[in-house]
């Protein structure tokens, strides 16, 4: 689909300290024969990561993670290069991974997180001098921000929550290993949660920072909120005002069962000398993202209307703000600058002159940059038909010029500039790789689905395609159930990849996916067995009819492994084999093991008040309530919504699969519990269908460490090959 681009300048190499430790990881050296990528290439890649622009505005650094497969690991050290990518060169040569790097002190130093704990290193003329530990938190840091007049840090750490082990309640039970709780949210996505992340303000005044002179703005140990929010928030939940006397953050304030079945975060404001905590009056779902404008007048955020529902509409929100002299802030002129806009809003950034606010946003597919007026109004500053995903800017020039990263489905993230809606690619971590490949070409097609209306759905072609041949095919169930396949690079399911094997990739976004609007996407919620199912039936039946399509593999994970279990009780033939990943067997078996208890709660047919006000579905049902919560989306509920979908579970359908079918899953996916993937491979082989079951003990919802990856594609790939080729 793409031109492979120029190869990116010669790096030279300086060394920040040297310390005795794990070595080195450079770059790949993988080389390839046929000019086609493999499984090696693609996990060995280098990965470009959280580029800053310096005080000047002529110098990017950024970090890159390299993998050793040998090893089993990656080490992300840093790099710099000029805006235009000219000048590239490599700050340091650690054996030990460096990330949160930061320009300090004009550009004289930069400061960075190693070992859990902050480092600052003079830097000068492409060189990093010796670094300076600067601090020694008993529980490490795990990102730091510093305030705009360098004056205070803001820190991340942990604190003990409520779950215990045996030596809280004894020192003498060191060795005993087990986990006691009283509530809910004792576990999250793949670890227990026996701490909780805080963050903690210091002086930054040269004294060695510690807990002993850091203050916990949620106010102590015996708080036991997070910030920022587990599992995958971090810093930018959390933002220093101009002046340095106040803090926004996004919080949720709620323990137990009641964070377990919640999504009202709030955006809070905190004054740096009083401690008065204010908090912007929404209610509702998700507000998160707050970022301040450049004059401290007014704060940008991003808000769900909806308590209980994760994939609502992201709007882009503004406040003004006053503040008292006893530490209070009152907001007032909350706008909602997205309420004309189709797509879900991401990553504010306010202009210099703070007239308007830069985001990105999936629109059709395509996740491109935007801008919002502060007064209303919003336009798309990168081209339409640009077949990339762009992040929003990290900076923009004095000329306009707007600095970002990009990928697509035919390489990982590179640094990139954009200018009157013109790209221009500024890093080239991987040419060396990507330069040893053969072209391929990539389609957007509009499938008719059952009720007329139009799927985009990508295809991949393989390399060298020769339309009178017979290609396998593989079709991908998206996961979430709520996301889009859109041109974004996975380290996961990267699609160029099948298509390199020799593939055709078949990619339909189907109803629930989050790039074609708020109908399109609230389809699927209570509706699982329905139009999405037929929607990727409908595009297996496409590339069906063409002459050069073989025989076709339905592949998925996460609900993309729900659509695999339910539609191989259902898909008539269509499918040749399947392949699931962390996929839901049991739903409601589901419903009593996972832990965001918000998502089943919503999705099975909860659905709240506000929902069935538009007209979207039916009357809310009378689901059952404990603690002042509905839980219309239970197994007990007898809302017609939930009783439609418990009881067509893909457990149910067993007795009607055929299919050959691959089940692979971690042993610590504390979202998806591994348990469903070992049940629906016990009853496929009690069905007498051929079957095969890959489990990973040390992996959770994805598949990460290197080696692992690396069998995770071995046993993916043998499986397609052997039943569809």
């Known amino acids: ?74 080490c992300r050290n840093l790099f710099i290069c000029n805006v235009d ?8 040569r650690e ?8 320009w300090i002190e004009g550009g004289k130093k930069i400061a960075y997180l190693q070992g859990g704990q902050i480092w600052v290193a003079p ?67 793949d670890h227990w949660v026996t701490e909780l992340s805080h963050s903690y303000v210091a002086a930054w005044n040269g004294s060695v920072i510690t807990e002993g002179n850091s203050v916990d703005i949620l106010g102590g140990p015996d708080v036991k909120y997070e910030l920022p929010l587990a599992p995958h928030s971090g810093i930018e939940q959390i933002s220093w005002s101009p002046d340095g006397t106040a803090l926004a953050y996004s919080c949720k304030k709620l323990e137990g069962k009641e964070y377990a079945f919640s999504t009202d975060t709030e955006i809070y404001v905190y004054d740096i000398v009083t401690g008065v905590t204010s908090v912007i009056p929404m209610g509702g779902g998700y507000d998160t993202d707050p970022v301040w404008s450049p004059d401290g007048s007014r704060i940008a955020w991003l808000s769900m209307r909806r308590n209980g529902y994760e994939a609502d509409k992201t709007r882009l929100m503004v406040a003004t703000v006053s503040r008292g002299e006893d530490g209070s802030a009152t907001f007032s002129d909350i706008r909602d600058l997205t309420s004309e806009f189709k797509y879900f809003a991401a990553g504010p950034k306010w202009s210099d002159d703070g007239k308007s606010i830069y985001f990105n946003a999936l ?23 640009a077949w990339f995903d762009f992040s929003t800017p990290f900076a923009v020039l004095a000329d306009g010029t707007l600095l970002a990263t990009y990928n697509c489905m035919d390489f990982p993230t590179e640094l990139v500039s954009v200018k009157d809606g013109v790209h221009t690619q500024v890093s080239h971590e991987n040419e060396h790789l990507l330069s040893q ?15 007329g209306k139009s799927m985009l759905t990508w295809v991949l072609f393989p390399p060298e395609f020769d339309e009178n041949k017979t290609y396998p095919v593989i079709e991908m169930f998206l996961g979430g159930p709520q996301g889009t396949i859109s041109q974004s690079w996975s380290y996961r399911w990267n699609y160029a990849l099948m298509a390199n094997r020799g593939y ?17 996407c609230e389809q699927i919620s209570g509706d699982y067995i329905g139009l999405n199912m037929q929607d990727y039936l409908s595009a297996a039946k496409m590339i069906k009819a063409e002459p050069y399509a073989g025989k076709i593999a339905g592949t998925g994970a996460s609900y993309g492994g729900y659509s695999v279990y339910y539609l191989a009780g259902i898909h008539e033939g269509i499918f040749d084999c399947f392949v699931a990943h962390a996929g839901i067997f049991d739903e409601k078996y589901m419903y009593y093991t996972t832990e965001e208890m918000w998502f089943p709660n919503w999705d099975n047919g909860g659905l709240d008040e506000y929902a069935f006000e538009a007209g979207k579905v039916g009357p809310a049902g009378d689901g059952v309530t404990f603690g002042g919560m509905k839980q219309g989306g239970s197994p007990w509920s007898s809302n017609a919504l939930a009783k439609r979908h418990y009881s067509n579970s893909p457990s149910d359908n067993v007795t009607r699969w055929d299919t050959p079918i691959l089940c692979m899953h971690g042993m610590l996916d504390f979202r998806i519990p591994y348990d469903q993937g070992m049940a629906a491979f016990n009853a496929a082989r009690m069905m007498g269908v051929p079957a095969r079951l890959v489990v990973f003990p040390e992996e959770n919802h994805w598949i990460l460490q290197p080696q692992n990856a690396l069998y995770w594609h071995k046993e993916f790939f043998d499986w397609t090959d052997r039943w569809c080729r």
């Open 1 to 74: 689909m793409l031109a492979v681009l120029a190869a990116g300048a010669v790096t030279a190499m300086s060394c920040s300290k040297t310390e005795q430790g794990p070595a080195y990881i450079g770059p790949s050296t993988v080389k390839v024969d046929d000019g086609r990528m493999t499984p090696e290439m693609m996990i060995t890649m280098g990965r470009l990561s959280d580029p800053q622009l310096s005080p000047d505005g002529t110098t990017i650094l950024y970090g890159v993670s390299y993998t050793s497969l040998e090893e089993n690991r990656s």
């Open 85 to 92: 990518g000219s000048g590239k060169m490599q700050l340091t």
């Open 95 to 102: 054996g030990r991974s460096i990330s949160n790097a930061r």
């Open 123 to 189: 830097y000068s003329d492409g060189r990093l001098g010796k670094a300076v530990k600067v601090s020694d938190v008993k529980n490490g840091i795990s990102e730091f921000l510093l305030s705009p007049d360098e004056a205070q840090l803001l820190y991340v750490s942990t604190v003990p929550s409520d779950v215990t082990t045996p030596k809280d309640a004894d020192p003498r039970l060191d060795k005993a290993q087990a986990y006691a709780t009283d509530d809910l949210n004792y576990r999250h996505w």
């Open 363 to 385: 629109a059709e597919g395509l996740q491109g940059i935007f801008k919002a007026s502060a007064e209303g109004g919003i336009e798309r500053l990168t081209a339409e038909d």
């Open 437 to 451: 490949l053969k072209p391929h070409r990539t389609e957007a097609r509009w499938v008719k689905t059952v009720d």
């Open 504 to 520: 055709i990739v078949v990619l339909p976004n189907r109803r629930g996916t989050t790039a074609f609007g708020s109908e399109w």
